[in-house]
Every structure is written in structure tokens, then in C-alpha cells.
């Protein structure tokens, strides 16, 4: 199919120098001096790509970008800048802009361009065998087709319909609170309370008062007496995550906590109950920690009255494809970004590879890609996996926006005024990212 670009411009010489390379790389290339001509070729030509200047008599390539990006469908535009127009990326982008250069843009940058342009078009129209992110998937919702996945479904199903203590296994980012949550979401308690508790985020006695709450003087600061999760919880879910984090003593009254439905506020010495369900959360082995001595066996018994263990990621690779779709979506939404497609060759390095954070890990390094693509389609080198990145980066949002910020700072020429303004954020407030990074 003949790929064809349409190049604004008012200066005739350098419409000459584009459109002989660009022809010559076997493009169709028509060329106009004005935004104004450049809409009345539009309908006739149909191009693919447009290549606008800012400044020129008449319309602006801006006001350009903004007619065609509402009115002609499937068509991208790319937007040329002086480089004392660089403020100008900003609304550029921010009005949909594929990408933009800075002048004097050097024809072979253009027309590497301009191929990718059309490579993502192509994809994004046929799919290319990769993933099109469709209606985005609330946080919370589980997805997957593989059958220890259907499994979990069915369990889910069951376990909403009674009280039953249960312990949800799987290593870090498998989603053990998003089951759970589903778990009380179902029930017939899904109005009460779910409060979800990492016991490793807690020292022993912030955990008790916590769960247990605590009565007035019983230790410095305890000026007034205050209810614990137990008690708010009602007939809710309290979730333990990590519990084999926990020390022996906490577990010792845990277990009178899950045997009497009894339990005593830090500081008191009368006993209340609680109606609430427990479900707790590991990624030990904790046949190990009983073994050892670091678990107690009666309590660990207690809490896998039923046992809900979760694959890991790299053992259902058939789930990458409805997760990244389903997640695409979402980052969507949350970014603002327009990307739409999982390119062919970008799935098969997602099903490639091994994924030790899990679906967290892939939500992360689709939201980086998702920031990293000019266009609508993610492609194999918008992804940073594992080792790829230094020491870890590109597993959380955090770094990959670090990244995107150097990035841009870089393009600014390290003029922080420029980069703020491209990244739509005061300078203060990059000067902020900047500090948080060197840290």
C-alpha cells in the first residue's frame, strides 16, 4: 500500500531537500508552503502522515495539528520546531502530536520517522498479531484463562458463600489482596468493612494496636482509649498480608483471636469479640517456618482451613495477552496517554520473559512503555525489563517516570525553564523530581 506524507512548510528549499529523501526512500510525498493549502489537499491526497512547521503565514502548524487531529481519522502529524520554539512541544503534544522535531531536521531522522509512523499504523490497524488494549478493567478485577486461574474463580465462588478462615499463597505481585477482596466482595458482608493490614510494615506493638486497639495510658501518648481493626471490621475481612512475617507472640494471640473469637486491647484487661473473618496472606514457605520453629503449627493450621495458592506469572504465559489488554486499557485511562496496541514483536518479548514481580511488574513496565511511545503502539523498544534497566529500574512507575524526565531534560539541552514547560509542570515542581532522584 502506498505510504503517503504531506510536508508544510514555508520554506521551499528545505520542502525540496525533504521531499527528494523521503521520495526517495519510496514514499509518496506531496508538498505545500501553507497550513491553508495543506487542508484543501488533505481530502484528495489522503496522507497517512503530515509534517508541519509552526511558524507560518496564516494558519499555524498548531492550528494545523488541531483541524486534522479532529476532523481526518487514522492520520498522524508530526510537528517541526525552532529551537526557540521548543515550548511549543508541549501543546503539540498535548493536541496529539505523533512526535516533533527540532530545526534544522536532519532528512534521514525524518524519514527513520516517518517508517515507524507507518509501521505503527500498520499494526495498530491490523493488529499485527499483537494486543489492542479495549475497555479498561477496574483495579480489583482478576484476569486470566489459564486453569489453575478458572481454579481460583470457583473458589472464590464457594468461599463467598460462608466464613471460612482461608490463606491465599503466591510469591509478590501475583494479586493475593485483589483475592480477598473478590472474596469479601461476593459475600453477603460486602457492605461491612475490608481492612487490609501488612504485618510487615508494623512493628509487633503498632500491630497489636492496630488489630486490637488499645486503652487510655497504656503506653506514652495513649491519651484515649481506641478500637483496633477487629472490633471496626464488624462482621467484615481483616486481611493479613505477609503473616509469616509475624513474630511467636504475636501469633500466640492471634490464635486466641481466631480459636475464642476473643482478643484484649493493648493496655486492658477485659476481653472483646469480634465477628470479623480472617484471611491472610504469604509468600513464605511456611512449611519451613513451622519446621524451624519461626510458625506456629496450630496457627498456621488455623488460618488454611482453606488454601488458595496462586501461579506465578511466568507459569501462564496465556494469560499475558488478556492481562496486557486489560491493563492497556487502564494505563489509558490513568495516563492520559493514547496508546492502543501491544505490537507482535512486543508481546513476544512480554511472553519471554520470566517476570519475577508478577502482574504488578507487568502493569509497571507497560505504564513505562505507555509514557516512553510517541504514537499508539507499544513497541518492543518502548519495554525495559528486569536487568535491562540499572539496578532494578524500570520495575515501578516511580523510576520510570525518573527516566522520562532525564529524558527530557537531555532534549532541553539541560535547561530546566525548557524542560519544566515540555514536561507541563513548574519548574519548582521539576526541580522536586530532580531531588528526589539524586536521593
Keep these: 500500500m502506498t505510504q503517503r506524507i504531506l510536508i508544510v512548510d514555508d520554506d521551499t528549499d528545505a520542502l525540496e531537500v ?49 483541524r486534522l ?30 512526535d516533533f522535531l527540532v530545526k534544522p531536521v536532519d532528512p534521514k531522522g525524518l524519514q527513520s520517522l516517518a517508517e515507524r509512523c507507518f509501521r505503527e499504523q500498520a499494526q495498530a490497524e491490523e493488529g499485527g498479531g499483537g494486543v489492542e488494549g ?127 473469637r476473643l482478643f484484649y486491647p493493648v493496655g486492658g484487661e477485659a476481653p472483646r469479640t469480634t465477628e470479623a473473618r480472617v484471611i491472610a496472606a504469604t509468600h513464605q514457605p511456611m512449611e519451613e517456618l513451622v519446621a524451624e520453629g519461626r510458625f506456629r503449627e496450630d496457627l498456621y493450621f488455623r488460618l488454611k482451613v482453606v488454601e488458595i495458592r496462586v501461579p506465578p506469572l511466568r507459569e501462564r504465559p496465556s494469560d499475558i495477552e488478556p492481562l496486557a489488554n486489560a491493563l492497556l486499557g487502564r494505563i489509558r485511562e490513568e495516563t492520559g496517554r493514547d496508546v492502543r496496541v501491544i505490537s ?48 532494578g529500574e524500570g520495575l515501578t512507575l516511580a523510576s520510570a517516570l525518573a527516566r522520562h524526565v532525564r529524558a527530557v531534560l537531555e532534549r532541553a539541552g539541560g535547561d530546566e525553564a525548557k524542560a519544566a514547560k515540555l514536561l507541563g509542570i513548574t519548574r519548582k515542581e521539576l526541580k522536586e523530581h530532580l531531588k528526589g532522584m539524586e536521593g
Design 18 to 66: 525533504y521531499r527528494t529523501r523521503l521520495t526517495h526512500a519510496g514514499f509518496e510525498v506531496e508538498t505545500v508552503e501553507s497550513a491553508e493549502q495543506a487542508l484543501a489537499r488533505v481530502d484528495a491526497f489522503r496522507p497517512g502522515l503530515v509534517v508541519t512547521d509552526v511558524r507560518m503565514e496564516g494558519m499555524s502548524g498548531l492550528e494545523l495539528l488541531e
Design 69 to 98: 487531529r479532529g476532523a481526518v481519522a487514522g492520520l498522524d502529524v508530526v510537528v517541526m520546531t525552532g529551537h526557540e520554539d521548543m515550548e511549543t512541544a508541549v501543546t503539540a503534544m498535548q493536541a496529539g502530536a505523533f
Design 134 to 260: 479495549a475497555q479498561s478493567v477496574p483495579r480489583g478485577v482478576m484476569v486470566g484463562k489459564d486453569p489453575r486461574m478458572i481454579e481460583i474463580y470457583k473458589t472464590i465462588g464457594v468461599l463467598s458463600r460462608n466464613r471460612a478462615t482461608v490463606m491465599v499463597r503466591g510469591e509478590t505481585g501475583t494479586g493475593k489482596e485483589i483475592i480477598a477482596r473478590a472474596i469479601h466482595d461476593h459475600s453477603a458482608y460486602a457492605a461491612e468493612p475490608f481492612i487490609a493490614v501488612n504485618c510487615t510494615a508494623l512493628a509487633d506493638t503498632l500491630l497489636e494496636t492496630e488489630l486490637f486497639g488499645h486503652v487510655k495510658g497504656a503506653f506514652t501518648g495513649a491519651v484515649g482509649s481506641r478500637k483496633g481493626y477487629f472490633e471496626l471490621a464488624g462482621r467484615g475481612t481483616i486481611f493479613l498480608d505477609e503473616i509469616g512475617d509475624t513474630s511467636p507472640e504475636f501469633q500466640t494471640k492471634l490464635l486466641r483471636v481466631l480459636q475464642e
Design 344 to 391: 507482535a514483536e512486543a508481546l513476544r518479548r512480554l511472553r519471554a520473559y520470566g517476570w519475577p514481580g508478577n502482574v504488578r511488574e507487568l502493569e509497571n513496565a507497560l505504564t513505562r512503555a505507555a509514557i516512553l511511545a510517541r504514537g499508539t503502539v507499544i513497541g518492543p523498544d518502548h519495554l525495559v525489563l528486569g536487568d535491562e534497566g540499572s539496578a
